[in-house]
């Protein structure tokens, strides 16, 4: 202890200090770390709050709304200045949520609206309007195959998942494809993907699309296409099964370079999370400011683009030219 420094007002300093750190602190919900497009998005995150000259806390629901509620309110105590959350239920979330507002603490959804969430930051694939990106694949899909009959295979049941599933099949059927029949993959792995697209193989024979939520499904179908003698859909395969997923992973972006997968969407998640960063700034600096809903564009990658595809984190983003849709 510094001489003449009393306890009393050695206790006074380090409340300072806490409320100076609170002050700055943005607190990130992920639903689930684990995910390499979540891994990005972190990282975009953290380097943009960092610039921001605030800290950064990443909480880890791995698929738990129940774990979410609990996050909130660690993240209310801990006196976080803005909330970031993909929400995997917005009712369970709803109240924890409220409790925040109360704390004049603003909510930033990822793909994610409901009850407390002040702002929304959305991946391009996420909103579902006209000319957008589901109804862009299903075009470029009649395109080459028109008529085609598509399994669709969906995810664990948060919102944001169906939403993108009902968008995708709405989209297709507008588009002149036969839905024949959609399969969930609750547990969110390429093992179980491949277990699924194996029994709709035999199931449906004359299948010509597979299209996933995620990347981890895409790639799980198109190890089960593969094991039954099949082969996936390229411009040197266009007798092949047509096989899509979504998020960028780099691990989809080299199976649309070695033909084992048609095409992936990259969400731009390292973007996602700059444009996070840029927004809690913002809030903090504007409580009671209009509601904003930001969409970061998503790019469909097959083998006709891949050539010229950057991995996000590579990109030169700095916190005002991350692409947004209008």
Not at 219 to 227: F, Q
């Amino acid at each position: 202890m510094k001489p003449g420094l009393s306890l009393v007002a050695l206790a006074t300093l380090l409340g300072m200090t806490a409320a100076v750190q609170a002050e700055d602190l943005l607190g990130y919900i992920s639903p689930i770390a684990s995910q390499p497009n979540e891994q990005l998005t972190i990282r975009g995150v953290t380097e943009a709050t960092k610039t921001n000259g605030w800290t950064m806390r990443v909480l880890d629901s791995n698929l738990s709304a129940d774990r979410q509620v609990g996050h909130v309110d660690t993240l209310i105590t801990l006196g976080s200045k803005v909330i970031a959350i993909w929400s995997l239920d917005p009712n369970a979330v709803a109240g924890a949520l409220t409790r925040a507002n109360q704390a004049s603490i603003p909510v930033i959804g990822i793909n994610s609206q409901g009850e407390g969430v002040t702002d929304t930051v959305w991946w391009g694939i996420n909103v579902c309007n006209p000319g957008g990106a589901f109804e862009t694949e299903a075009k470029w899909i009649a395109k080459r195959r028109p008529g085609a009959k598509v399994v669709v295979m969906g995810g664990p049941p948060a919102p944001s998942i169906r939403g993108m599933v009902d968008c995708f099949t709405a989209a297709a059927k507008a588009a002149g494809l036969e839905v024949i029949d959609r399969v969930d993959n609750t547990k969110d792995s390429s093992a179980n993907a491949a277990t699924l697209a194996a029994d709709e193989l035999i199931r449906f024979p004359n299948a010509s699309v597979f299209w996933a939520y995620n990347d981890a499904s895409a790639l799980g179908i198109s190890a089960a296409v593969v094991n039954s003698g099949g082969k996936t859909y390229t411009a040197d395969s266009p007798d092949g099964i047509m096989i899509f997923g979504a998020n960028g992973d780099a691990e989809a972006i080299e199976a649309v370079r070695d033909g084992r997968l048609t095409g992936t969407w990259d969400p731009d998640t390292y973007g996602v999370g700059v444009v996070i960063a840029r927004l809690a700034k913002e809030l903090a600096g504007n409580p009671g400011a209009a509601r904003q809903n930001l969409t970061v564009a998503s790019t469909l990658v097959t083998a006709e683009t891949v050539k010229d595809y950057i991995p996000p984190a590579e990109r030169s983003y700095t916190q005002d030219n991350v692409p947004l849709v209008k």
